[in-house]
């Protein structure tokens, strides 16, 4: 059971945008920066946002971020095949004293 | 181009023990705090330990604390993972990431090593 609560999966078609979301607590989300990684299986995770809404160089902004409360949300417009991958958000937690992701959501783009 | 290369991994006996090796290139290593995560087979990424520039504070993941150990030597611009006592649940791809960001509160992990496996047999 992961701290950070993510959709398994979501989908959508190419061209469409989807969100993911990512619900934590005071002790995570509400206090500290979410960021978002995405993952294709055998490869290294990639970064996508920082600092709950940043795109580091080379990121498309056809991705974003945005943060409200105890909730983070990735946004992806513009769909294409190659974003079919699992995505995570990630934290850290005050009161565990530890790094912390959601359980991950898979993207299929139909 | 900064890289980080992780390798040591491989079949363990249930109880035994590995140690895991992560070397970063193209950039200064010694600066940078790092972390261990790991994935096992279908599941998502777990955090596993955090360490700083000096090695001076180092946190664990609950499932792996008096078990694994975490260090580094900034002179070979490598991160280690000393996993010992390991059960089939360790059987994971294990990666090493380099932390970015001012505090922990506003850490994030912009490089990541391709990762190395790990299975552990009883």
């Known amino acids: 059971q992961s701290v950070l609560t993510q959709p398994p999966s979501v989908s959508a078609a190419p061209g469409q945008k989807v969100t993911i979301s990512c619900s934590g607590s005071s002790s995570n989300i509400g206090n500290n920066y979410v960021s978002w990684y995405q993952h294709l299986p055998g490869t290294a995770p990639k970064l996508l946002i920082y600092?709950?809404?940043k795109r580091p160089s080379g990121i498309p902004d056809r991705f974003s971020g945005s943060k409200s409360g105890t909730s983070g949300t990735l946004g992806i417009t513009g769909l294409q095949t190659g974003d079919e991958a699992d995505y995570y958000c990630?934290?850290?937690?005050?009161?565990?004293?530890?790094?912390?992701f959601g359980g991950g959501t898979k993207l299929t783009v139909l | 181009e900064a890289q980080l290369v992780e390798s040591g991994g491989g079949l363990a006996q249930a109880g035994g023990s590995l140690r895991l090796s992560c070397v970063a290139s193209g950039f200064s290593f010694s600066p940078y705090s790092m972390h261990w995560v790991r994935q096992a087979p279908g599941k998502g990424l777990e955090w596993l330990s955090y360490?700083?520039?000096?090695?001076?504070?180092?946190y664990y993941a609950d499932s792996v604390k008096g078990r694994f150990t975490v260090s580094r030597d900034n002179a070979q611009n490598s991160l280690y993972l000393q996993m010992n006592s390991l059960r089939d649940d360790d059987t994971a791809v294990y990666f090493c990431?380099?932390?970015?960001?001012?505090?922990?509160?506003?850490?994030?992990?912009?490089?990541w090593g391709q990762g190395t496996p790990v299975t552990v047999s009883s």
């Open positions: 600092d709950n809404n």
């Open positions: 990630g934290t850290w937690d005050s009161s565990l004293t530890a790094a912390v």
């Open positions: 360490i700083i520039t000096s090695s001076n504070i180092i």
């Open positions: 990431a380099r932390v970015k960001g001012p505090t922990l509160a506003t850490h994030y992990l912009d490089l």
